[in-house]
């Protein structure tokens, strides 16, 4: 720890995360949106858990939902919420057991985005006044509309700025001012202080400290964090068998041999499948397609990239790269490399020059170099979109 930014250690400090709310105006769960290769949520307490490592840390959850988040913050407490945002957030205040002194640091689950300095200097300020928030100033020219939609007037916003979290307040002072207002509602604890008149200090953060909100705030989102990467691999071997063709990378390769198997046998195909499936985390090929299930019976294998493909684009990763290395030790697959590359590349949707095929022998060892039978192996690259 930095010797001229002492780190308020446990127990005088203590985080809260209230993650309990509805996500009514978002349209679905947003706080298990996954941005960056973490939840919402995930990204929200692991910025407070930067501040402070050693704090303890309540993160309030919907009850339902308890058994799903508990898993995730093993360091932290995991308590259910309750039906207003200020339930909740008295609930994790209860949940941290601070001396009256110590100083409660509260943050919204749906915030994934505040730097550490942020929450440092809104602690700092409230170890001065007890009472701290995070504000960044307002840009846009507010208008006041009538219920028409219609404008009438201009609102000076010299004196307004957006509220944040994380706050900080010293737990005495929260107690208190929960006293004094048994029976009303507050949007945030900030606001309770204010009515009952005490000084709140305001402390300038980072404006890319966004609230998860609606949908298209996703987009933004994805911008404050560095593009995310996935390598997946697969592996695929199959028999030679007479009587069958040989089917590599969905081109037909004249040879008296072909490869045995359930589907067309492709064994360039179940290996980009199944590193496509790796990379986004989807199981393998034999799980989705059985060899047992009569459907797949000589089906091409084009089939089981296109459903990996899809599995990748539903969990948010789009496909950048393919390189494929094929072992066999007859035929020889050079005639045929640039067909079974633009076939590749066709399926994947890439241009050609960023899908690469080969071959190579096994100089007569083993069961590829005794012609038995193929080996493929695939590697694929993809990005968080
Ligand atoms: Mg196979």
Redesign the pocket.
Known sequence: MNASKPEVVSPDLGIVVVAAGASRRFGCEKLSLVVAGKTVLEHAVTCLRQAYPQAPLVVVVRREQLPSWQSRFPYAQVVAGGDFRQDSVRRGVEALKLPPQGLVVIHDGARPFVPVRDVQAVVAAAQEVGAAILVAPVADTLKEVDTQGQVVATVPRERLVRSLTPQAFRRSLLEEAWQGAEGRTWTDEAALLEALGHPVKTVPGDAGNLKVTYPEDVRLLRGLFPPSFRVGQGI???PFAPGRKLILAGVEIPWELGLA???D???VL??VTDALLGACGAGD??EHFP?TDPRWAGVS?DVFVRFALKQAAQAGWELTHCDVTVLLEKPRLSPYRQAMVENLAALLGLTPSVVNVKATTTEGMGFVGRREGVVALAVVSLVGS
């Open positions: 695929d071997v199959h198997g359930h589907s046998a492709d064994v179940h290996a090929i034999g060899p294998s």
